[in-house]
């Protein structure tokens, strides 16, 4: 039952919408804790923070 939870978490943490523009887009793994670029706008979207 925990793979079902790691695997919910890991996809909540590459899932991000621009602030901007308000496009949705899933972020590579390799890449789901760092700032990446919105491929609609260009504006910088910042990772998920620690609740």
Avoid: H, W
């Avoid at 695997?7 to 700032?35: F, H, N, W």
């Amino acid at each position: 039952m925990g793979g079902i939870f790691y695997g919910i978490s890991d996809a909540l943490l590459r899932k991000r919408r621009c602030p901007k523009c308000g496009k949705e887009q899933v972020v590579p793994r390799e890449k789901r804790r760092e700032t990446v670029r919105c491929v609609k706008c260009g504006n910088e979207i910042p990772p998920p923070t620690n609740r």
